[in-house]
């Protein structure tokens, strides 16, 4: 069981937010994906959002603009033919993201809390008017004082991945 006691709480919890959800989320920032082809004309990009497609190669080589589309939901369309289906053969280079954060930003404060109240995450549940304290590991849940919360969960849901490796 791993010990936040010397992690910053904050960084913990955005990593474990963007762990859940399978990308960065936030803020808006340009990266560059190396991702495998699939044999089709669609490729499906690990972003929630996307606001720019600036250069995609195909096996090293650039394909011009008119040579593919996009969409801000993080499909890749390419036109008048098909992607190689090969393994890391297409790059793309892209702005995704999100600025207006302000449901990330709630969720992290909260699990950065329980992270500062229990650096071990080991608190399962805790009282305060007979002093109470019971201890657990994890759960699939998010228990142990460490991890989302299904409420969490919930919230994220419309910033998740749902396809891709």
Request: contains cysteine; glycine residues 12%; charged residues 20%.
């Amino acid at each position: 069981m791993a010990d936040f006691g010397s992690v910053d709480p904050v960084a913990a919890a955005t990593q474990m937010i963007r762990d859940y959800c399978g990308w960065h989320i936030a803020p808006v920032e340009e990266e560059t994906l190396v991702l495998d082809g699939t044999g089709t004309n669609t490729l499906l990009l690990p972003s929630r959002r996307v606001v720019q497609v600036s250069q995609v190669l195909v096996r090293d080589e650039p394909l011009d603009s008119a040579g593919y589309e996009w969409s801000a939901i993080g499909a890749l369309r390419r036109l008048g033919g098909v992607w190689p289906e090969a393994y890391r053969s297409i790059e793309v280079t892209l702005e995704h993201g999100f600025n207006d954060m302000f449901v990330l930003a709630d969720i992290v404060d909260s699990v950065a809390a329980r992270i500062r109240l229990d650096p071990s995450g080991m608190i399962a549940r805790q009282g305060a008017g007979t002093q109470s304290v019971s201890f657990g590991g994890r759960t699939a849940q998010g228990g142990g004082g460490h991890g989302l919360l299904g409420t969490e969960k919930d919230m994220l849901e419309p910033y998740r991945l749902n396809w891709g490796p």
